[in-house]
Every structure is written in structure tokens, then in C-alpha cells.
């Protein structure tokens, strides 16, 4: 999936996953969720993230392929216990969903991902090719869910 489309993607979820959580700074709990979003493509080196993270994305790329164990849920749930296990609070949580929405999204296109990595080959995926019209149809969607969310 395109950046834009994880990111809309995951403001949908920050923005419903925040009635769970009343107490929360809304923009930290924002940035969180959008952060968590973007992490999974420190895999792929032509990735948003891996651009404004280089040099922890030139120790990542070389050890891991594409959509391998960056994009399974051991990493979300290692960050979710390492970050609540020195911040109390929402924010290991919020990465983590973040996270999730990331894979989840990714997990509707032909390559899909393999939430197990590498424990099993289970492999999810769906009818949406990356930046394809349908993608960009995906987009549009969200964006009106956002604004329907916001108004
Ligand atoms: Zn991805």
C-alpha cells in the first residue's frame, strides 16, 4: 500500500481507538498511531521511513527481506511490552496498533503479508494492487470516513 493510504488508514483507527482511551493526549496518542504506521517499511529501503531513518534502516535492510519479520506481529507486540514496561499509559499501545494497522492494510493486496513471520507461511493478502486505481479508490474512502469522523 502507498504511504498516504496507511496513513489515512491509520487516523481512522487513532481516531475510533481513541474513545477507549479519553484520557490520552490527542496528538501524542495521533503521532503514536501515525509513527507505529509507518515502522513496518523500515524493511524496504525505497520506504518513507527508511529515507528519514538511514542509518538504522542500512542495519535493517541488509538482515531482513520485504514484508518478512518487520511486517508480523512479533515486532508490534515486542515494542507493545518493551514500551509498557518503562512508560505507563497508552503509548506502547498506540505504537503498536499503529503497527498493526500497517500490516492489516498490507494484508489486502496479491503479495500480502505473512502475520507469523517466520514461525509459520500463513500468508494473508487481497485483490488491491499497490497505487493501483482501486488503491486510490481504498483512499478516497478513507479520506471521506476521516472527514464523516472529524465533522
Ligand atoms: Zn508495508
Known amino acids: 500500500m502507498m504511504f498516504f493510504t496507511h496513513m489515512a488508514f491509520a487516523l481512522v483507527v487513532a481516531l475510533t481507538a ?11 496518542f495521533i503521532g503514536l498511531i501515525l509513527f507505529g504506521a509507518m515502522l513496518p517499511d523500515i524493511d524496504n529501503k525505497r520506504s518513507k ?10 542495519l535493517i535492510n541488509p538482515l531482513t527481506k520485504h ?7 512479533f515486532i508490534p507486540i515486542g515494542i507493545y511490552f518493551l514500551i ?16 498493526l494497522s500497517h500490516i492489516a492494510i498490507d494484508g489486502l493486496t496479491p503479495a500480502g503479508v505473512n ?7 500463513l ?26 469522523m472529524v465533522v
Do not use: C
Open 18 to 28: 481513541y474513545h477507549y482511551f479519553p484520557s490520552a493526549n490527542l496528538y501524542i
Open 49 to 58: 521511513i527508511s529515507s528519514k531513518m538511514r542509518p538504522v534502516a542500512a
Open 67 to 73: 514484508r518478512g519479520i518487520f511486517h508480523s506481529v
Open 84 to 99: 509498557d514496561s518503562f512508560l505507563e499509559g497508552y503509548y506502547g499501545l498506540a505504537l503498536s496498533l499503529g503497527y
Open 115 to 121: 502475520f507469523l513471520h517466520p514461525i509459520s507461511t
Open 123 to 148: 500468508r494473508l493478502h487481497g485483490p488491491i494492487m499497490t497505487n493501483s486505481f482501486v488503491e486510490k479508490i481504498l483512499l478516497a474512502v478513507l479520506v471521506v470516513v476521516l472527514v464523516w
